[in-house]
């Protein structure tokens, strides 16, 4: 059983003294109070009636408070000017509440009730070119993200989407029909071998027509063109998952594009023939233009005047397939934000044409990775970062610290801060890449919150007091409990808005606080046995909120640092 949050319990209590008065019971939630110094916590909802019923607020919070007085779980209920409640809850009810939270296995966690459904589509590396720097973003928030959904009881499932087919896969046949090769090629060779073939067939038409009639062929199922293909794709997964090892990343499903190339064509046909796809100047689009559109969303192209199936024509069969096969609540997909658009027209076009099912259909966008220039960020000759490349600089930074004997772990450290650091920045903005900043052992990174990880683990190693029983006596005590309260909200807000960021703020202020309070509260010092164990109880839910946090980032945690 989940502990119900704190919050949520002081709602129900205060909404049914709203509720006794005649008011609606949801005008009593309570939040967390801004003035800590004032109050711990507050609800506004008597302004908000007031104005319905047009009364005088300070007296409908006035009357609540009365109602709520003679509650032994409320310490002080008062209404202040113009119509605030301010809330303070007993010591009693506070500690018995914290006790239940270090005691859950969730640690007062979010679960929700209503677990959904969901296909997480992110990462997407393509076939025969290297991951690079654009991919970190996807693949850690979209590996974030599937970790807090699981974490909340949801039921997810995650598919790597390999960009493994299309035109570039023809022009790498092509070119390997060209020169004649017969060995077969590296990985190497293949991420030399794409971008010289591309070039040449923007150049060259003779040569695109070869790549095209090449995609054709491997579609049609030329048996030799399948097993070039096969191999591309071989020596490019292996590369793939080798990274994503480094961060520790795995999918449930390694499906690509290629996945559904045998779903396009009836698609297509079914779509011509119900009347969903029109013809327009030799293409075949479907119209996803909306009147209450503020910018004009031009058509999906569905297919090409040539023939020839788009980047679209895949992601709307892909997402027939998954209804089909999952009927899924949530398609989410981690994509950059200039996709934004790209999303938007198949989106439609899926609801439009049917293929949706009961899912939503939703894209999380975010910006990119930039050098200190603000441009995104590049190699120093100027050329895209490799993500290998990338985690080996962050690797390297923490090595430096280990090797000066600040740090343990170089490799847990460089890629904690490399993980943090792309999270705790909103998605959407885009941040610049600052590999000291992001090593640092100070200051809101990733390090630091291994470090507190570790710190407060090893001080509950260190002490041989049993854990006893929560009980909130100090203000110092109870802002650290004030603070561990806000855990299942942090969650929630991070599921609502898709955004590990916001647990990333959370774990660094809990960490803060801890501090703080040990500073003023020891343990194993404690004035008394009762003292300390209850104070390594703290402790306990703290270590657990962290930890939790950090899985939820995808962080893991060494030993000892
Ligand atoms: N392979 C694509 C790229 O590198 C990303 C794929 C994203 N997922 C999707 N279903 N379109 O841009």
């Not at 008011?23 to 109070?33: H, L, M």
């Not at 020169?179 to 071998?193: A, I, K, Q």
């Not at 008394?528 to 950090?550: E, P």
Request: net charge negative; proline share 4%.
């Amino acid at each position: 059983m989940a502990v119900t949050p704190l919050l949520e319990q002081l709602s129900t209590i205060v909404g049914e003294a709203f509720a006794q008065l005649g008011y609606p019971a949801e005008r009593g939630k309570v939040v967390i109070s801004t003035r800590w110094d004032l109050a711990q916590f507050q609800c506004n909802g008597a302004m908000a009636v007031a104005k319905e019923a047009k009364k005088n607020p300070l007296e409908i919070a006035e009357a609540v408070a009365k109602i709520l007085f003679p509650d032994t779980r409320f310490a002080r209920v008062a209404a202040v000017a113009p119509g605030f409640l301010n809330i303070d809850i007993s010591d009693k009810f506070f500690s018995a509440h914290v006790q239940a939270m270090a005691q859950d296995e969730h640690f007062g966690g979010f679960r929700t009730d209503e677990p959904l459904n969901i296909i997480l589509d992110y990462c997407g590396p393509n076939v025969a070119k290297p991951m690079h720097v654009g991919h970190l973003r996807s693949s850690v928030i979209g590996n974030s993200l599937y970790r807090i959904f699981k974490r909340a009881g949801h039921r997810v499932t995650s598919d790597i989407h390999l960009g493994d087919w299309g035109l570039p896969m023809g022009m790498l046949i092509a070119e390997i029909k060209r020169t004649g090769r017969t060995e077969p090629v590296t990985l190497e060779e293949l991420e030399v071998m794409y971008p010289k073939a591309a070039a040449e067939c923007k150049e060259d038409p003779a040569k695109l027509e070869e790549a095209r009639a090449a995609v054709q062929a491997l579609q049609d199922g030329n048996e030799e063109y399948r097993a070039l293909w096969r191999h591309f794709v071989d020596v490019s997964v292996k590369k793939v998952i080798a990274n994503l090892e480094r961060l520790d990343i795995d999918f449930d499903l390694w499906l690509g594009e290629s996945d559904v190339q045998n779903v396009i064509p009836p698609m297509v046909e079914e779509l011509k023939g119900n009347g969903k796809a029109i013809a327009s100047e030799g293409a075949w689009i479907v119209e996803v233009a909306e009147p209450t559109d503020k910018n004009e969303i031009p058509p999906m192209l569905l297919v090409k005047s040539d023939g020839a199936a788009l980047y679209s024509t895949t992601d709307l069969a892909t997402i027939k397939q998954r209804v089909e096969e999952y009927n899924p609540d949530l398609i989410l997909y981690v994509v950059d934000q200039r996709q934004h658009l790209h999303f938007e027209q198949v989106f439609r076009a899926a609801r439009k044409v049917g293929y949706a099912g009961k899912a939503k259909l939703e894209h999380k966008g975010y910006g990119t990775v930039n050098g200190k220039d603000g441009k995104p960020f590049k190699t120093r000759t100027g050329g895209v970062m490799k993500l290998e490349d990338l985690i080996q600089l962050c690797v390297d930074a923490a090595g430096q610290k280990e090797a000066a004997g600040e740090v343990n772990e170089a490799e847990a450290i460089g890629i904690a801060a490399l993980k943090f650091a792309d999270l705790s920045s909103t998605s959407i903005s885009g941040y610049v890449f600052d590999v000291d900043k992001f090593v640092s052992t100070e200051g809101k990174t990733g390090p630091y919150l291994q470090y507190a990880c570790v710190r407060v683990h090893s001080l509950m190693e260190k002490s041989d007091i049993p854990l006893g029983r929560i009980s909130l006596t100090l203000s110092a005590e109870r802002a650290l409990a004030h603070m561990a309260i806000r855990f299942p909200n942090a969650m929630r807000e991070a599921i609502d808005a898709r955004e590990p960021s916001i647990l990333c703020e959370f774990a660094y202020e809990l960490a803060q606080a801890f501090s703080k309070f040990y500073a003023a509260c020891p343990i194993a010092k404690a004035e008394d046995a009762t003292t300390a164990a209850s104070r390594l109880g703290l402790a306990k839910l703290v270590h657990g909120q962290i930890s939790a946090c950090l899985d939820m980032l995808g962080i893991r945690v060494p030993e000892r640092m």
